[in-house]
């Protein structure tokens, strides 16, 4: 699908047609040679639109003749429905600049352009391609924070039922909060890579723009504020995940422990009474006397609170 953005009248509002259009929209799904013809259209090649479709792209930038491109990652949340999925995951988006327009390219519908085609976001201009550039870097960055927040708060909940009672679902939904934090980290290390990079070219063309370079700076050190938050989360869920496999652990130890202690306690009446429930012959005083059943049990009652006292002592039950 591929939707035109332009400014009529002062007003920012979707167009229908490519020569009215500063802002392009391309996402999936795409009728046969759509993509194709939109390429030729705008005279760069296929690739241009293809490479950011691809959910394994690496983040980086690139000039082709009149045509300037740049891949960066962005959060989204993950409409899989497996339990062992990340809850969120890194998806690449592309920002195309050529005949004074700007198209953006993504896979899966993204909050961060979603804001923008809502004009939700304050001061967008459409027609500052610079501008609009630096305010798609800034809300990814936000977007990340944003995400970090409910993954700590969701890490939180979880870790609170995790003292009332130590179940597997609980461990799985850590493990899916561990593999966001695994993306978040890897994507923005990469965010920050290109951007830094981008800086030194001065591929933007801001250099001599004070305004646009500290906002830039700024955009910069969000960026590695969120990879430390980041990381931060994903060790503090590691540890958190270690500590309460090994409680788990050290609880099934317990109740081992505690099983063989008692199984040893039964043990001994059984064996008593296997002793005496043997088809052999008594001796005559003690086979014929009515109290032979209760001397029986006394002693084996007496000899598993003996082995009990002896476990209790040694701290073993």
Known sequence: MIRYFGKTKDSFQEVTN???ASWINVSPPFDNGELEHFAASLGIAPDFLSDPLDIEERARYEKYDEA???????????????ENDPIF????????????????VCAVENLVLEKFSDNKIKGFDIANEKLFILQIFEQTVLSFLDFLKKLNLRRSLIEQELYNSSRSEELKSLLRIEKSLVYFVNSLNANELLKIKMRRTDFLGIKDNTDYSELYEDIIVDNNQAREVAQLYTNILSGTMEAYASIISNNLNKFINRLTVVTVILMVP???????????????HFGQSNWTFFLIMLFSILFSVGLAWFFKRKDLF
């Open 89 to 104: 995951i890194t998806v690449p988006v592309g920002i195309i600049l050529c005949q004074h327009k700007i198209i953006t």
């Open 18 to 20: 490519l020569e009215s």
């Open 270 to 284: 059984t064996l008593i009474a296997s002793f005496f429930g043997m088809n052999v012959p008594l001796p005559v």
């Open 68 to 82: 300037r491109s740049i891949i960066f990652h962005t959060p989204v949340i993950n409409e899989s429905e497996k």
